[in-house]
Structures are given as C-alpha cells and as structure tokens.
C-alpha cells in the first residue's frame, strides 16, 4: 500500500498532479483544498496518500493534510460514496467546515456539494455524525471564540450544547446576545440570557 510520494512536482492541475519519484511518474488526483496548499512545479513535495484498488483500476489519491485523508477514508466507507465523491465533498467545503456540517447535521450544506444529492447527504450525516472525538465536536463552536475573543461565549454555547441544543443552534444564539456582554457577566449569566432571548 503506497501511503506517502516524496520528490518532485512535475505537473500540478486543479484535480490531479504528476510526481516524479526516481524517475517514475505518479498520477495522483487531489482535492482542491490539497491545490492550494502544493509548490510549484518542479518543486520538492510530500503528498499523504490513498492507494485506492478496484478489479478494473488502480488510482492514487493525494492529500496535503491527515485530516483531508482522514475524512476521505471516513467518507469511502459510506455505501454508494466512491473516491470522486469523497474527493468532490473535500473540493466543496474545507476539512472544518465538512466536520461542522456533520456535526451539526446540516444536510442542506452537505447537498450542496456537486454530486451529493439530499438523499446521500442523510446518509453521510447518520453514518458519520459520531463518528469525531470529543474534542473535534468543540471546534463547531470555535468561531464563536475568535470572534468576540471571549471564552465565556464559547463555554455558554457548550452548555447550551449540553442542553440538547445543535452546535449550529447554540451558536446562532449566544451570537444574538453579544451585544449584551459585558465585564462582570458571567456563563450562567450569558445561557440564561440566550434562552429567554
């Protein structure tokens, strides 16, 4: 099983590139969000990779990050998703928006991606909803931190979480008493306010 190429970038095109290892060239077909993290051409690069084998074809996926390969693996196990619809899903939104997505379980985000239809994006949301530690599930309310940079935002929108309320949801909500933040109040202070809001 291939799982890395190192040495030079011969070729880089939005969907593939070629790379020269020793004098052999590898085709390997990348998502966009791989594109804009790769050298120039002629350049050194590493790519992480998937060795995809079928009885018909034999094809090398690239990836510039773990969780780029990590999510596509996630998602090829996922009846009726193949490998242009793992990589057309990382094309269409960033690893931590994809992650978010399914966190949330925001199936009109998911079906918006080209070739994912409403129907697939249920299954993909039910199959791998929980399928991310703990620690990945906090990020959904990460944003919410760096754009006030107040953690108080961020453990309200956890409790509410913790409440029963979606990421999405509880973001939206802490988001509408910003406003209202001020010194002394405290996380108790802030989710009371957000749920007689």
């Given amino acids: 099983m291939i799982t890395f190429l190192e040495g030079k970038l011969d070729t880089k095109q939005l969907a593939r590139i070629e790379m020269n290892i020793g004098g052999v060239g590898y085709e390997v077909f990348i998502p966009l969000s791989s594109y804009d ?5 002629g350049e050194h690069c ?3 990779t998937h060795h995809h084998i ?4 034999q094809k090398l996926f690239g990836f510039c990050t773990e969780d780029e390969r990590d999510m596509f693996l996630k998602l090829l196990t996922i009846s009726g998703v193949g490998p ?3 990589i057309s899903a990382l094309s269409g939104l960033p690893v931590r928006e994809l992650k978010n997505a399914l966190i949330n379980g925001d199936i009109k985000r998911i079906s918006s991606i080209s070739g994912i239809g409403k129907k697939t994006a249920e299954r993909i949301v039910v199959e ?8 990945e599930q906090l990020d959904a309310f990460a944003p919410i931190e760096a754009a006030c940079g107040d953690s108080r935002m961020r453990d309200a929108a956890l409790a509410l979480g913790a409440l029963g309320h979606k990421p999405d949801d509880a973001a939206k909500m802490i988001k509408g008493v910003a406003k209202k933040l001020s010194p002394e109040m405290t996380v108790e202070d802030l989710i009371r306010l957000a749920l007689t809001k």
Avoid: N
């Fill in 46 to 48: 590493r790519i992480l």
């Fill in 37 to 41: 993290r790769l050298p120039l051409e």
């Fill in 84 to 86: 242009k619809l793992a």
């Fill in 54 to 57: 079928t009885e018909a074809d």
């Fill in 128 to 135: 791998l909803r929980d399928k991310f530690d703990p620690g």
